[in-house]
């Protein structure tokens, strides 16, 4: 089972999502298990504050360094965990991320909020920096959410047909080993297409409908796209 683990100072923000469909049932049958902590119980002031104004001036607060510190530690017990910050200078994140963290038992993800986090939790207490793209959030609770999906999905058992893995937009190997010759790039996946047939007059392809596997074959292999 993996152990998502996420630190925020919003925790009620992930019910919804993390309660529904896919997720919800990885849960339910125990292949993934979601904790999502408080950072404010970290805190030992009344108000129990996770920011401060940055050294040098400058817009905004930070999040502390102390109240993560503490966390992360509380969190990892002794345990082995990789741990992730959430980071508009981090890297972006793709694919192969998700291929490579599934590998992981535990994780511990960061959630920034206002204007950032203290530079010594990417310097001291993260393993790494991601980013999910190049413009700004308000906080690192969607891309937790993000990562947690694109994970969970690839782990066994997860997904209901694994074989729809295979033939993934972003997958390394395509179910068709792309062209003759073979390639190992990603891939995006091919145009898909369900009933009605003619829809305003927007026709599905007529191989598609022929029963003809090896042309439907052909025809999918055609529109496979490197990404």
């Known amino acids: 089972m993996t152990n998502f683990n996420i630190i925020t100072i919003f925790p009620k923000i992930f019910e919804s999502y993390f309660s529904e469909s896919i997720i919800k049932r990885a849960q339910d049958e125990r292949k993934i298990k979601i904790n999502?902590?408080?950072?404010?119980?970290?805190?030992?002031?009344?108000?129990?504050?996770?920011?401060?104004?940055?050294?040098?001036?400058?817009?905004?607060?930070?999040?502390?360094?102390e109240p993560i510190y503490k966390s992360v530690k509380s969190i990892k017990n002794n345990e082995t965990a990789r741990v992730i910050l959430f980071s508009a200078k981090g890297k972006k994140?793709?694919?192969?991320?998700?291929?490579?963290?599934?590998?992981?038992?535990?994780?511990?993800?960061?959630?920034?909020?206002?204007?950032?986090?203290?530079?010594?939790?990417?310097?001291?207490?993260a393993d790494e920096e991601i980013s999910i793209g190049d413009y700004v959030l308000t906080g690192g609770e969607i891309p937790a959410m993000i990562l947690v999906d694109s994970i969970a999905r690839l782990l066994p058992g997860v997904l209901k047909n694994p074989k729809s893995l295979e033939e993934e937009s972003f997958s390394k190997i395509s179910a068709h080993g792309g062209p003759a010759s073979g390639w190992q790039n990603s891939f995006i996946e091919y145009p898909q297409y369900t009933k009605p047939e003619n829809f305003k007059g927007w026709k599905a392809p007529k191989v598609l409908l022929s029963g003809n596997h090896k042309e439907i074959e052909k025809w999918k292999e055609k529109r496979f796209k490197k990404s």
Do not use: F
Request: glycine residues 10%; proline residues 2%; negative net charge.
């Open 93 to 125: 994140y793709t694919q192969s991320d998700a291929e490579r963290l599934s590998e992981y038992d535990n994780l511990i993800l960061i959630c920034g909020r206002y204007e950032g986090v203290d530079e010594r939790v990417a310097e001291h207490i």
């Open 36 to 65: 999502i902590h408080n950072l404010r119980d970290w805190t030992e002031d009344k108000h129990r504050t996770v920011d401060d104004t940055p050294y040098g001036g400058g817009a905004g607060m930070i999040l502390k360094v």
